[in-house]
């Protein structure tokens, strides 16, 4: 099915370790976004993209990394993972307007 | 930036009543769009309505409606005969046209009962 596929779905890592968050559409959209959804703070936007090899921060960069080298992926990389990161992350494509998609989701515990 | 305001953390509602959920906006752009989005329990987002700053009609999909008031920068959702199913959290989002990133509020939640 056509949408966007991240993975993986749940993670737990130790505070200090690295690990790569992956996002792909098969949708040929340009736009491609990275959320994380906190309790209470609804979701707030961390990078960007609006093409391969074109990327920008959004509001809380701090501690992540991306990079766009095709159109179709766009993963989101913890350098240094900290309890803050615990959070559910969303990747987001779009084409245009207003058709936004959205992954299911990936649920990150930090301990 | 932009900044969106919702400010009703929690709602109730019965069976098969109508409800309002809140939202307003603040953007110096003069053209942008409005987007509502449901997250069940699930976790996923669904897309739900979407309305531009220049419609000049309010956006309707089924059960939804988008009330659309341009000057008072307010794009509150309306949900008529809500269902047990439309239990969720409720988030209003913002694109401005000069930009490419949706600008979140913090969520309604939304409890339908019996």
């Known amino acids: 099915n056509a949408g966007v596929t991240q993975t993986p779905k749940f993670q737990v890592l130790k505070t200090g370790q690295s690990m790569t968050l992956q996002c792909a559409q098969d949708m040929n959209h340009e736009y491609m976004s990275w959320y994380r959804q906190d309790p209470g703070m609804g979701l707030r936007l961390i990078h960007y993209s609006v093409g391969a090899g074109i990327t920008d921060q959004g509001e809380v960069p701090n501690g992540y990394n991306v990079s766009r080298s095709t159109t179709e992926d766009f993963p989101l990389r913890l350098l240094s993972a900290a309890p803050s990161q615990t959070s559910v992350y969303f990747c987001a494509s779009s084409q245009g307007w207003r058709g936004y998609t959205f992954g299911s989701g990936t649920r990150l515990t930090v301990v | 930036a932009q900044k969106i305001t919702q400010t009703q953390p929690g709602m109730f509602v019965q069976e098969k009543e109508a409800v309002t959920l809140d939202c307003t906006y603040d953007?110096?752009?003069?053209?942008?769009?409005l987007f509502w989005y449901k997250q069940p329990s699930s976790g996923e987002m669904i897309f739900l309505i979407y309305?531009?700053?220049?419609?000049?009609q309010n956006a309707t999909e089924g059960r939804y409606s988008l009330n659309f008031q341009k000057a008072r920068k307010s794009a509150n959702l309306v949900i008529s005969a809500s269902q047990l199913g439309d239990s969720a959290m409720y988030f209003c989002?913002?694109?401005?046209?000069?930009?490419?990133?949706?600008?979140f509020g913090k969520g309604t939640s939304l409890l339908v009962t019996p």
């Open positions: 309305q531009g700053s220049y419609d000049e």
């Open positions: 989002a913002m694109r401005p046209n000069s930009g490419y990133a949706l600008n």
């Open positions: 953007t110096s752009d003069q053209s942008y769009g």
